[in-house]
């Protein structure tokens, strides 16, 4: 229960207070961040698009279905992988290790853009994923003074 309550204070930690957070945070600690939050990026933006393409498979059931499921899953996990790759290189080879907390803004950004299209504000497609990983590659570049560099081991 601990590590959970750690990671809320980080993740809350990281929107607040950027630069304490990241000044603060242990060496090993965060280490499944970007791991955690593409899960949950999925889970809140990309289920009902998986929900469509595991429909597809099972209506056609070949392999056209499959190839619409695997397109579905790869437009919803190519949004993560980009900002991180982003935020990875605004950090640097030595601070690329906390990359994955920086995925908070555009979870949050994405999630509650997508509950607005649920209840009627219509957005259009990607604009809130292109905010939020502009505003996670911004945070990489205001918290990377903060961040500790951790030398790679030969």
């Known amino acids: 229960m601990n590590s959970v309550m750690r990671a809320l204070w980080r993740y ?3 929107l607040t207070q950027p630069r304490t957070t990241a000044r603060s ?3 090993d600690e965060g280490a499944a961040d970007g791991i955690w939050l593409g899960g949950l990026y999925l889970l809140s933006v990309g289920t009902y698009k998986l929900m469509e393409g595991l429909a597809t ?3 056609t059931t070949n392999l056209n279905g499959l190839l619409m499921l695997l397109a579905a899953l790869g437009r919803v996990v190519v949004v993560p992988i980009l900002v991180l790759v982003a935020c990875e290189t605004v ?3 030595d601070r690329a290790y906390r990359r994955g907390i920086l995925l908070v803004p555009m979870v949050l950004v994405s999630s509650l853009a997508h509950e607005l299209a ?6 259009r497609a ?3 994923e292109i905010i939020g990983g502009l505003v996670s590659v ?3 570049w205001w918290v990377r003074p903060e961040i500790e560099p951790q030398k790679e081991l030969a």
């Open 57 to 59: 498979l099972l209506a």
């Open 25 to 27: 945070l242990q060496v």
């Open 118 to 123: 649920i209840h009627g504000i219509a957005i």
């Open 138 to 140: 911004l945070l990489a």
């Open 12 to 14: 809350g930690g990281i």
């Open 91 to 93: 950090l640097g080879r």
């Open 126 to 128: 990607y604009v809130p």
